[in-house]
């Protein structure tokens, strides 16, 4: 599914704005209501994964809805509709994540939590490398023709469903039974038993997605400083390289290590990367930048996920999930509409700048949070 969803995102920004004649502004409101429905859509999702103890049908649902999207994009004669198809899209991703990650949450045993979900982060972004690499390939044999390329991206979008359909499994029954039952009545009463830790965690991943918008301003980075169109997803590539080759040993050491001295070293790359992208001129400084920004993903994503399993009780995981992508949602809609107002207005740097500033500060607020005040 990545592999077909990257293969689109790839080119759909410069699609957009080239083809359709959107603005920076609406390429952000675009890309900020698709990806925050998306985290807005796991609250829900969540909860009622934890409700009903059976996590797979929400899970085929949610990749079912994104692959019968896939469509729309060739068909799209107007943004409304690259609108609709990215909205629907990020609906069936969000039905889909939150209980995928709450059913690995439920299956591996706690001393490998971090190095399952960073074994994820890193077969999703295998997908994500290959995506662009063949938007690259196909964009070369069509001439330039991307409504064709769109096309292709439907079979491989339909594989993963029939993945999900004949090869996922439900967890063991018999570790469901530890797992106290709820009515709808009581379930909002037991959010009382997360912990400060969890909702420390929970500012620090809002914080994250309001300063990291989407990665289409990238693409429109890479496209500022000299580009060719053909070229342009090597931006994502060279992104999700480092993101792949990251995101399972940044796993896989945070068990031995911790979580947190990891966020915290992601924080930084994160950092790095805004200022060389605000700073950069030519497309070297850009690639350089690109790739702290992929091991920032790298380092956060994978490890944010196993934090949110570490810091709630295995019978409210699904909500825990949910919750927390739900502020990063919203916060993502804010940022990535922010981010396009400021490159309409004020130029591309500028946006990178402001993530600067906002990367700071959640910085900062982890090291008070989790290493001044001792969160339990």
Known sequence: MDLSTELIRSLLPVYMVT??????TYVGLVEGISESTAQITKIFSGTLSDFLQKRKFLVGLGYGM????????????????????RFLDRIGKGIRDAPRDALISD????EGRGASFGLRQTLDTIGAIIGPVLAIVLLYLFSGNIRQVFWLAVIPAMIAVLVVIFAVKEPLQEKKKNYPKMQWSQFFL???????????????????ALARFSEAFLILKGQAVGLPLTWLPTIIIV???????????????SDVVGRKIIILISMGLLIVAS??????????VTMIGVIFWGLHMGLSQGLLAAFVADTAPSHLHGFAYGIFYFVCGVNTLTGSILAGFIGDYFGLDYLFYSSTIISLIALMSFVVLFYIQKTE
């Open 66 to 85: 994104s692959a019968f999207t896939k469509p729309l994009y060739p068909l799209a004669n107007s943004i409304g509709v690259i609108l609709a198809a």
């Open 19 to 24: 083809v359709l004649g959107a603005s920076l």
């Open 107 to 110: 299956i591996v045993p706690i």
């Open 275 to 284: 200022l060389l992208l605000g700073l950069s001129e030519n497309i070297i």
């Open 190 to 208: 037991k959010v009382r038993h997360l912990k400060a830790s969890f909702w420390h965690l929970l500012l620090i991943g809002g914080l994250l």
């Open 239 to 253: 992104m999700n390289i480092a993101y792949a080759l990251s995101a399972f040993p940044a796993g896989a050491l």
